[in-house]
């Protein structure tokens, strides 16, 4: 048996798996045996991981028609036996020293049951945006507060004790956020630990800017929500949330973020919806930061009127729902979307954006100036 079990789902992802596989078959740690599922894939994928199994033997493939990744991560799942499991991303990179930092880890501690690092944002053809992910630490989540404090980690760069997701119940069908509901199930088990290392690269495909895109935007804001509601229920002990599915066709005949919103609604206590409205709206403001989603018209005109509906909500969820407003406002106004700041901005946070503005805009000055003083200096 191998130390670690490497799980890689892929679909259509023939310009980047390659290079992606070659980075895990080149870790320090040798005695890896990597489980790629082939979710459906239309394009050359298949035919690439083909020749890279016939090449390598600790490579296999598992083909199967299109069922989406939490299938897809199941069913690979069914094909793992080391005592870790290592996730990564068919278009993500793995510097050589990921594994064993991540396995030295988990070995030193055994009260943790997964960890996950720093990576470098790439673009679409690899090329670095100058940030790196930081998701700080999974044990100051906090499932009760809006939106919720989600115990993040970098999930393909997750390495977890396979003993730990299969006492969970492994995926659910909560899609675009099944690991924020993995790790809240988790957490029951053990620690969950981001280290400080940078271990790897992670693809941002920037030039997503479709209907597609936002369309995914909205469900992960639904179901990140709906995860930690999902959490709140298990702590008081009560039924849990049953994610069939299904639920997936619901929210994309929906389309919108209200729709979705009324959809989700029906598993819900009337208390737990109200929970929900808000905190997918600003989850999905808060994604469109730095995510590329392109808001739509009835995303701001929804957005509005559930925070102007929420103007009695406590002080620190009142501050986190006008600096969104302030920040989606600006964004919208350095696009030049000037119909979309209409729609989504109260009156009152206009002057707000304006010195938000203006202090970029010094900040960008004075940048400036710190660089030409230094090549000066050289």
Known sequence: ?????????????????????????????????????????????????????????????????????????????????????????ADDIAFPNRFDRELDYLRGHPDCIAVSAKAHIIDTNGTRTGMVTDHGDPQSANPGSIPPHEP??????????????????????????????????????????????ILGEYRIHTASVTSKSILNGRVNAINSQLAAISELRRRAKTPDIVFDKSLLLAYHKARSLQGMVEVASTLLTDLERHRLEL????????????????????????????????????????????????YISAMLMRRGEFSLVGAVTPIYVYPKIALHLIRAKLIRLLEARERRA?????
């Open 279 to 326: 905190g997918a709206v600003l989850k999905l403001f808060e994604m469109a930061l730095y995510r590329p989603y392109k808001l739509e018209l009835n995303d701001c005109v929804y957005g509005r009127k559930v925070i102007a509906r929420n103007r009695g909500q406590p002080s620190e969820v009142r501050k986190q729902m006008d600096l969104l407003s302030i």
């Open 152 to 197: 993040h980690l970098m999930h393909p760069f997750l390495m977890i004790r396979r003993s730990a997701i299969e006492e969970v119940g492994r995926y659910r069908h909560v899609f675009h956020a099944e690991d924020a509901d993995l790790y809240w199930r988790l957490q029951l088990l053990g620690g969950l630990v981001n280290l400080p290392d």
């Open 1 to 89: 048996m191998a130390q670690i079990d490497v799980l890689i789902p892929a679909y259509n992802a023939e310009g980047t798996i390659r290079e992606s596989l070659e980075s895990i078959l080149g870790q320090t740690i040798r005695d890896i045996r990597i489980v790629v599922v082939n979710d459906g894939s239309t394009d050359s994928t298949g035919a690439v991981l083909d020749e890279m199994a016939g090449q390598d033997d600790r490579i296999l493939v598992v083909h199967q028609t299109n069922g989406g990744i939490v299938d897809a991560l199941n069913s690979g799942l069914d094909h793992c036996y080391s005592d870790f499991i290592a996730r990564h991303d």
């Open 374 to 378: 230094a090549l000066k200096e050289r």
